[in-house]
T-cell receptor, first 114, second 117 residues
Framework: KNQVEQSPQSLIILEGKNCTLQ??????????LRWYKQDTGRGPVSLTI?????NTKSNGRYTATLDADTKQSSLHITASQLSDSASYIC?????????????FGTGTKLQVIP | DGGITQSPKYLFRKEGQNVTLSCEQN?????MYWYRQDPGQGLRLIYY???????QKGDIAEGYSVSREKKESFPLTVTSAQKNPTAFYLC????????????????FGPGTRLTVL
């Protein structure tokens, strides 16, 4: 069964500090991996997308890495801001013909405090 | 102003009633999706549609129904057969090119929170 596991479940950091969120997956055959940011009570917004051949992808202060061999990804947030407080969801797509099956992680809830 | 909208934002339902959640997009996307989000769980796919007048069941379709009469609209009906309907419902849309086999980025709406009283 395809699974996407994220850690930690929740995290509190001080404003201005860096943090790293982890994502491990068992999805196969792998197609791509996305990180989404979801503010409370809102829909998720895509941050990055990486395919098998990509090791790293940046979007401003967000940098995602992918190790397809170990099936691990991380999302690094630099110089955190209060507006970074949200849930971060790792989403892995499986290549399966016309419709690619998507598996969502349960998310890491990040709280940035002053 | 392009985007995907859902209404209402909050919805209350009595047990035994059917309710319909609206989802509209003006992104000219072919594919649309409905997900359910529960605390401590990842998003789970209810139904998806790749073209007008066609839709497929997702992982948890029981107790739900959809229609896709227009490209822009993909309403979800939560029927009385759904035993535990209280949840946050998210609609999404994406480009779909079946021949490419590629999944394009899904754009999500703001969500509808359904509560059964």
């Amino acid at each position: 069964k395809n699974q996407v596991e994220q850690s930690p479940q929740s995290l509190i950091i001080l404003e201005g500090k860096n943090c790293t969120l982890q994502c491990n997956y068992t999805v196969s055959p792998f197609s791509n991996l996305r990180w989404y940011k979801q503010d409370t009570g809102r829909g998720p917004v895509s941050l990055t997308i990486m395919t098998f051949s990509e090791n790293t992808k940046s979007n401003g202060r967000y940098t995602a890495t992918l190790d397809a061999d170990t099936k691990q990804s991380s999302l690094h947030i630099t110089a955190s801001q209060l507006s970074d407080s949200a849930s971060y969801i790792c989403v892995v797509s499986e290549r399966s013909g016309g419709y690619q099956k998507v598996t969502f992680g349960t998310g890491t809830k990040l709280q940035v405090i002053p | 102003d392009g985007g995907i909208t859902q209404s209402p934002k909050y919805l209350f339902r009595k047990e035994g009633q059917n309710v319909t959640l609206s989802c509209e997009q003006n992104l000219n996307h072919d594919a649309m999706y409905w997900y359910r989000q529960d605390p401590g769980q990842g998003l789970r796919l209810i139904y998806y549609s790749q073209i007008v007048n066609d839709f497929q069941k997702g992982d948890i379709a029981e107790g739900y129904s959809v229609s896709r009469e227009k490209k822009e609209s993909f309403p979800l009906t939560v029927t009385s057969a759904q035993k535990n309907p209280t949840a946050f419902y998210l609609c999404a849309s994406s480009i779909y090119k079946g021949s490419s086999g590629r999944l394009y980025t899904q754009y999500f709406g703001p969500g509808t929170r359904l509560t059964v009283l």
